[in-house]
């Protein structure tokens, strides 16, 4: 008995010695130069080999970001942490999280005391069963309804629903992943860049007359956002005005003109062209680009830009030859319009 | 010996498929049977893997169990010792010879580890009494054998997207009912070789 123990004591204990060592000599003999900035990453990433980036495991996406493959915020599951952890890693400042980024954004405002009901509903509490009664119980037949399926189905709880009736979407942690925009049977949430700050917040196609009837924040598409677009990026399309994401500079014009409020912009975000007198040399390029004239000084004179009229479209930067402009942040809301602006007066 | 041969490696393929006959391994089986390119790359991986681990298995079972006695207390946890091992090394060596391979086997190369193919295969080996060549054709044979059924799977499944699958049967529960279609299919092979 004891000899049966010895032996298989010795004999197991013998076979992880040499299959121990083996493997340590061959991982020493056959180790592979590897990129140590890879491993570093590998350690940063959430280590649960999801493939929700489309590699194979965290380590296929260490090497796609060393290789410069794959964008340093390619972890859709990390987010913006461990993408910052990344750019420490690569070298990279800017995590251009926030450029690259999609981020759905509720386009409705009819909450309930603006888009009224046209029936009362009373039945299975989802928006999907409720929009396949007649449309749904507002009247507006473009309008969120208010049920939350869209926050049941976020896998990341950065949907919660407002008192108002309205689905709150946190920018901060929406990862883009497309399901509430999938989910949403009347299809008010959109992804849109994260970069853009403004956004029509309305899609019914009614006439202008028929969507005020049912909605007092609705677009009635008067094209007054078409006429006063420095840039041609809004346009009214069947009864709605549509913004082209890639032309808009997020100048906020069309919101502060939309007589509805259905545009809505973060006004905190909004920024300022400022000169740099030791750089201006008067050369005039920034004045004769400015759409709204807000930029004055004579030829060989340090320029001046008017705050009040400046609308932080950056196209005198891109102008400017001397790297004599810049731009700020502007501190001070100038509507009080939005919570977003209340809160940061 | 070469008919004998022809014999394993054909009743390892098709009459007692590891996973349509024996229900061995079924995890990648309805794992990594979507795509019809992925099926291919883990069945190479599995395939390789079970022809090395044949080899080890012999000479762990003539050269250290039997003789010492152990094999019926520590055959199990001797062969788990070999193939986890045996597949840390052979990625390892892949890596080092060929990156372009270790590319294409990606995460299948560690996940054979837990595929329990490999482990009937290494017990089965004594189980039979196979020589070294046997035990290399009946690894071999349930290799191919995985790669079929896997390929022939992610076919069917490939296809299937484009069907009209009734709703509650959408997802696994087709996937489980096409498995035990082609499994009974399987069946159709008996007797094709003398069995053993």
Known sequence: MANIILTSLLSMGGLGLVLGGGLAIASKKLAV???????AIVEALPGANCGACGYPGCSGLSKAIVEGKAPINACPVGGAKVAAKIAEIMGVSDTGSADDKKIARVLCQGDKSKAKNKSEYHGVMTCKAASMVNGGPKGCAFACIGFGDCVKVCPVNAITMGENGLPIIDEEKCTGCNLCVKTCPKMVIALTPGKNEVHVRCRATMKGKDTRAV??????????????CPFDAIHVKDNVAVIDYEKCRNCMLCVEKCPTKSITAAFPTRKKAVIIEEKCIGCTLCAKSCPVNAITGEVKKVHVVNQELCIGCGICIEKCRKDAIKMVRETQGKCDSCEACAASK | MAKELFFIIIGAVFVNNFVLSRFLGQCPFLGVSSKTE?????????TFVLTMTAVAAY??????????????FLQIVSFILVIASLVQLVEMVVLKISPALYNAFGIFLPLITTNCIVMGAALLIPMYKYNLIKSIALGLGAGLGFTLALVLMSGIREEMEFHDVPEALKGPAIVFI???????????????????
Not at chain 1, 33 to 39: G, I, L, N, Q, V
Not at chain 2, 38 to 46: K, N, Y
Not at chain 2, 178 to 189: E, H, K, P, Q, R
């Open chain 2, 38 to 46: 992925t099926a291919v790359g883990m069945g190479m991986a599995t």
């Open chain 1, 215 to 228: 909605c007092s924040i609705g677009c009635i598409a008067c094209k007054q956002c078409e006429k006063v």
């Open chain 2, 59 to 72: 000479f762990l079972q003539n050269y250290v169990l039997a003789p010492y006695g152990l094999e019926p």
């Open chain 1, 33 to 39: 130069e590897t990129d140590p900035r890879a491993d």
């Open chain 2, 178 to 196: 096409t498995a035990g279609l082609l499994s009974m299919i399987f069946l159709g092979f008996t007797g094709l070789v003398p069995l053993g």
